[in-house]
């Protein structure tokens, strides 16, 4: 039977936590939480704790000290598939990833055995898609409450990352995704070593290594209601510089070549 874990890195998100998971357990009834806390200061790690204790769906991965999205998250796939986890959805504890939208990456993914017999016909795609996107640069997709300048730095370095790597995905940087176990598996994931959010686009940039079949579903983006932003200009530094670090070596290696999008205006597809 598949079991979908969606896993909830946690860094000073004592507002946040308890109020995403209870909604991630109504969207998805059926779905595991794992919080993945970075011993934050704040208490969250206690928080997270209290809600394992209530529900035996949800459990927490206690880590030394912060170090990172990205080191988070890989810490998180590597206890997912040795759990046998399937598939395994990535999402922030802000509130900015709508976890009412997570049946429709689901649908995306093709996981009927996660949301019933009742997954449309169309979510059943041939080849089996590997990888949903949880997309604000697609028709349908949306952001509310960013300010501006936070909507051109996203928008420019996406566009900067596909341009330098190729990459037929529209939006690089969205942390909204779900993954099967497999496409998991065969990414190279020891190879991956961005720490701050430039993680996102290693991610791509691996799937794409490893010929993954990638579609982005359009969706709503929510600025964060409670709590700070860990962004920061360092996180940004590291991921330009590993973006065009990357974009070098591409040059001098042979990729096959991305396959234009198809769908429609609410899902684009493409092998990463
Ligand atoms: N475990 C862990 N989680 C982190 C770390 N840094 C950020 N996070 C979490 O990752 C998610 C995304 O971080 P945010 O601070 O919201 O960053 P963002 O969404 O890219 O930026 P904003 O739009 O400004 O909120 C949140 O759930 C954070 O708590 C970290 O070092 N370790
Ligand atoms: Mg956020």
């Not at 200061?41 to 209290?50: K, L, N, Q």
């Not at 993914?109 to 604000?136: F, K, M, N, Q, Y």
Request: net charge positive.
């Amino acid at each position: 039977m598949t079991r979908a874990l969606v896993v909830i890195p946690t860094y000073n998100e004592r507002e946040n936590i308890a109020m995403i998971v209870e909604r991630v357990r109504v969207a998805v009834p059926e779905a595991s939480v794992l919080i993945v806390d970075d011993s934050s200061p704040d208490g969250t790690g206690r928080i997270a704790d209290e809600l394992a204790a209530t529900d035996a769906s949800v459990q927490v991965l206690h880590r030394t000290e912060k170090n990172g999205l990205g080191a988070a998250y890989l810490d998180a796939f590597g206890w997912a598939l040795a759990e046998g986890f399937d598939p395994i959805v990535q999402m922030d504890a802000d509130g900015s990833h709508l976890p009412e939208q997570l049946p429709t990456l689901l649908d995306a993914l093709g996981a009927p055995g996660v949301l019933g017999v009742d997954a449309p016909e169309t979510a059943r795609a041939t080849p089996p898609v590997d990888l949903v996107i949880g997309s604000r640069w697609i028709d349908g997709g949306s952001i509310e409450n960013w300010p501006r300048h936070r909507q051109w730095l996203s928008r420019g370095g996406s566009a900067y990352a596909r341009w330098v790597l190729r990459l037929p995905t529209r939006d690089v940087t969205a942390g909204y995704r779900a993954f099967r176990a497999d496409a998991l598996r065969r990414i190279r994931l020891d190879d991956v070593h961005t720490r701050g959010y430039g993680f996102q686009v290693d991610m791509l940039w691996h799937a794409r290594e490893a010929g993954l079949v990638v579609v982005e579903v359009p969706v709503t983006f929510v600025e964060r209601v409670k709590g700070r932003s860990k962004m920061s200009p360092a996180i940004v530094i590291e991921a330009m510089l590993r973006v065009t670090g990357w974009g070098i070596r591409s040059r001098f290696r042979r990729h096959p070549a991305p396959q234009p999008a198809r769908g429609g205006s609410t899902a684009r597809r493409s092998r990463a």
